[in-house]
């Protein structure tokens, strides 16, 4: 290709949003900006000790404008008239209420302070009740079980759940809310000046991971069945959606506000929305029969198949299958845990309790070196040596089966074991939890090949990815680019703008290929082979104690 053209990729992430400039001939970042929510850095409208984590809309707009203000400022001004399209990924499942036009409520000066009238993010754990619910009726109700497609099992993370529980909280919202829309079905809405809620275009890939959508359903789920999970429920279904779109579709071009707010034409053309891990798998360049592990704060691991290898075949217990959710024209299969780097974000900041009174400069930097201290200390203990055994549910389990009312546990504790000997068992325990879900998968047949991984953990913690390769016995490869989701948002956004035809196609000459490749330690891999046992024996006690425990 000879033709000068660039494409913006936008990642919406948990604490920022990303934005690069890409070369859509090569895949070359031009340039890029991080710009970080203000109000979520301020740890407004949060509360941890409910797992309540809400994000306001004013958030997203105002680093949306900064991050590709600051981007733009740093090309030419030649080549930002050479920008054809851009796209966007977030997280999910993250909706929010809106009214008829799709405006957030939070956005309505009398509910701008309501956290229930803003962005409900993926972590958000306060429907596990409603998820329950969920689960208990799409077993028992005696129609089409709506969970067969994600895994059979409904978490507390996802679309329907958060709604009901925002509905039976707030009167004020329940009646003000028109509708609800994801995150990543929002913004490609706000950039093309959509101000009918039933216009917007909803993604495939959230829709058909979080929202029960299927075509073989006919869409949603049925209104009989929403409405005997709960009353409230009856009439959403009419102001939602039937139809989803994948991230080769354009939804429209930039609104003259928004080309005039960020010194765009207006031609640039804008594409559906998706979720963050299935974009960044595109920019990692997945391929069919490879995994590709999106590991951060927690993480998100994805893996395609032509349908022809699925076909009718229902695999249990994970986040979901979706045909076009990932690449357009294959099925894309969606796993997870629930925490990952959180667990090593929690242990840091239960030892470093001590540290509250000093000030912010001083603390800080301090906080900055535990886990790389941390890391480098663990990395230099013989796995043999330990008797610790953690299980890493601090947050619920995502995958395998869906279970957020799980707890945290670690086991096999002495008088002589330290600070690093528990981080090492913590990080196994991360480790643990992903050979679950490769466990899963090849247990439903589905052969998996190749590892990828990206994301923060990924990139910065090779202690971390060395322990994760020797417990799962296998390659793992690390994308090159530090940005893969936004990297793989700026493919989307070559597609929608007519560049390339397929994702393949953009990969091929858009991918910017691999750094590392971390290789497992043939000893390190028998030993942890008897130690994974003892990880399993420990989670099917404390799973089944608790589960007997609920009940009672």
Request: glycine share 8%; hydrophobic share 40%; charged share 25%.
């Given at each position: 290709?000879?033709?000068?053209?660039?494409?913006?990729?936008?990642?919406?992430?948990?604490?920022?949003?990303?934005?690069?400039?890409?070369?859509?001939?090569?895949?070359?970042?031009?340039?890029?900006?991080?710009?970080?929510?203000?109000?979520?850095?301020?740890?407004?409208?949060?509360?941890?000790?409910?797992?309540?984590?809400?994000?306001?809309?004013?958030?997203?707009?105002?680093?949306?404008?900064?991050?590709?203000?600051?981007?733009?400022?740093?090309?030419?001004?030649?080549?930002?008239?050479?920008?054809?399209?851009?796209?966007?990924?977030?997280?999910?499942?993250?909706?929010?209420?809106?009214?008829?036009?799709?405006?957030?409520?939070?956005?309505?000066?009398?509910?701008?302070?309501?956290?229930?009238?803003?962005?409900?993010?993926?972590?958000?754990?306060?429907?596990?009740?409603?998820?329950?619910?969920?689960?208990?009726?799409?077993?028992?109700?005696?129609?089409?079980?709506?969970?067969?497609?994600?895994?059979?099992?409904?978490?507390?993370?996802?679309?329907?759940?958060?709604?009901?529980?925002?509905?039976?909280?707030?009167?004020?919202?329940?009646?003000?809310?028109?509708?609800?829309?994801?995150?990543?079905?929002?913004?490609?809405?706000?950039?093309?000046?959509?101000?009918?809620?039933?216009?917007?275009?909803?993604?495939?890939?959230?829709?058909?991971?979080?929202?029960?959508?299927?075509?073989?359903?006919?869409?949603?789920?049925?209104?009989?069945?929403?409405?005997?999970?709960?009353?409230?429920?009856?009439?959403?279904?009419?102001?939602?959606?039937?139809?989803?779109?994948?991230?080769?579709?354009?939804?429209?071009?930039?609104?003259?506000?928004?080309?005039?707010?960020?010194?765009?034409?207006?031609?640039?053309?804008?594409?559906?929305?998706?979720?963050?891990?299935?974009?960044?798998?595109?920019?990692?360049?997945?391929?069919?029969?490879?995994?590709?592990?999106?590991?951060?704060?927690?993480?998100?691991?994805?893996?395609?198949?032509?349908?022809?290898?699925?076909?009718?075949?229902?695999?249990?217990?994970?986040?979901?299958?979706?045909?076009?959710?990932?690449?357009?024209?294959?099925?894309?299969?969606?796993?997870?845990?629930?925490?990952?780097?959180?667990?090593?974000?929690?242990?840091?900041?239960?030892?470093?309790?001590?540290?509250?009174?000093?000030?912010?400069?001083?603390?800080?930097?301090?906080?900055?070196?535990?886990?790389?201290?941390?890391?480098?200390?663990?990395?230099?203990?013989?796995?043999?040596?330990?008797?610790?055994?953690?299980?890493?549910?601090?947050?619920?389990?995502?995958?395998?089966?869906?279970?957020?009312?799980?707890?945290?546990?670690?086991?096999?504790?002495?008088?002589?074991?330290?600070?690093?000997?528990?981080?090492?068992?913590?990080?196994?325990?991360?480790?643990?939890?992903?050979?679950?879900?490769?466990?899963?998968?090849?247990?439903?047949?589905?052969?998996?090949?190749?590892?990828?991984?990206?994301?923060?953990?990924?990139?910065?913690?090779?202690?971390?990815?060395?322990?994760?390769?020797?417990?799962?016995?296998?390659?793992?490869?690390?994308?090159?680019?530090?940005?893969?989701?936004?990297?793989?948002?700026?493919?989307?956004?070559?597609?929608?703008?007519?560049?390339?035809?397929?994702?393949?196609?953009?990969?091929?000459?858009?991918?910017?290929?691999?750094?590392?490749?971390?290789?497992?330690?043939?000893?390190?891999?028998?030993?942890?082979?008897?130690?994974?046992?003892?990880?399993?024996k420990l989670a099917e006690f404390i799973e089944k104690d608790f589960t007997d425990k609920v009940k009672k």
């Amino acid at each position: 290709m000879s033709s000068e053209k660039y494409t913006i990729g936008v990642d919406f992430g948990t604490d920022s949003v990303r934005t690069i400039v890409v070369d859509v001939r090569n895949g070359r970042e031009l340039a890029g900006t991080v710009s970080f929510y203000k109000r979520w850095k301020e740890g407004k409208y949060c509360s941890t000790q409910k797992n309540q984590f809400r994000q306001h809309p004013l958030d997203y707009i105002e680093s949306l404008e900064e991050s590709v203000k600051e981007t733009l400022s740093k090309i030419p001004a030649s080549k930002v008239s050479k920008i054809v399209g851009i796209s966007v990924d977030t997280t999910g499942s993250t909706p929010c209420p809106v009214d008829k036009t799709g405006t957030p409520l939070a956005l309505k000066d009398e509910f701008k302070n309501n956290p229930d009238a803003m962005f409900v993010l993926w972590k958000d754990h306060t429907a596990v009740a409603e998820a329950d619910k969920i689960n208990l009726i799409a077993k028992s109700w005696g129609g089409e079980d709506y969970t067969k497609y994600s895994g059979g099992v409904y978490s507390s993370e996802w679309f329907w759940a958060k709604i009901l529980h925002i509905l039976r909280e707030d009167k004020k919202v329940r009646d003000a809310a028109f509708s609800w829309v994801e995150h990543c079905d929002w913004i490609p809405a706000l950039l093309t000046g959509v101000n009918d809620v039933r216009l917007l275009r909803r993604s495939r890939c959230a829709a058909g991971h979080k929202a029960m959508w299927n075509e073989s359903f006919g869409g949603l789920p049925s209104e009989k069945f929403l409405t005997k999970i709960d009353p409230l429920l009856k009439g959403l279904k009419e102001h939602l959606y039937k139809d989803t779109y994948t991230v080769d579709y354009k939804v429209g071009t930039l609104s003259k506000q928004w080309a005039k707010c960020l010194g765009l034409p207006e031609s640039v053309c804008v594409g559906a929305g998706s979720f963050d891990a299935h974009i960044g798998a595109v920019g990692a360049e997945i391929k069919p029969s490879v995994l590709c592990k999106v590991i951060g704060t927690s993480t998100c691991d994805i893996l395609v198949a032509p349908k022809k290898d699925i076909r009718d075949k229902l695999i249990k217990g994970i986040c979901g299958q979706v045909d076009g959710s990932v690449i357009p024209g294959m099925v894309g299969l969606e796993a997870g845990q629930s925490a990952f780097g959180d667990v090593y974000a929690w242990f840091k900041n239960i030892i470093s309790w001590p540290l509250e009174g000093l000030p912010p400069n001083k603390k800080g930097k301090i906080m900055e070196d535990i886990i790389p201290k941390l890391s480098k200390a663990a990395a230099k203990k013989a796995p043999k040596d330990l008797s610790i055994v953690a299980l890493d549910w601090i947050n619920g389990r995502r995958t395998p089966y869906a279970n957020q009312n799980l707890k945290g546990v670690i086991a096999g504790l002495n008088i002589g074991s330290s600070t690093v000997d528990i981080f090492r068992a913590l990080v196994e325990a991360t480790a643990f939890g992903a050979k679950k879900i490769i466990d899963r998968f090849e247990e439903e047949g589905i052969d998996i090949k190749g590892i990828i991984a990206l994301g923060g953990v990924a990139k910065k913690s090779p202690f971390v990815m060395q322990v994760l390769s020797d417990i799962l016995g296998v390659n793992i490869k690390i994308a090159r680019s530090n940005e893969a989701c936004a990297l793989g948002a700026a493919m989307c956004a070559a597609l929608v703008s007519g560049v390339y035809k397929t994702v393949p196609d953009a990969q091929k000459n858009m991918g910017n290929g691999f750094e590392k490749e971390y290789k497992p330690k043939k000893e390190n891999h028998q030993y942890y082979k008897k130690l994974y046992n003892k990880y399993s024996k420990l989670a099917e006690f404390i799973e089944k104690d608790f589960t007997d425990k609920v009940k009672k």
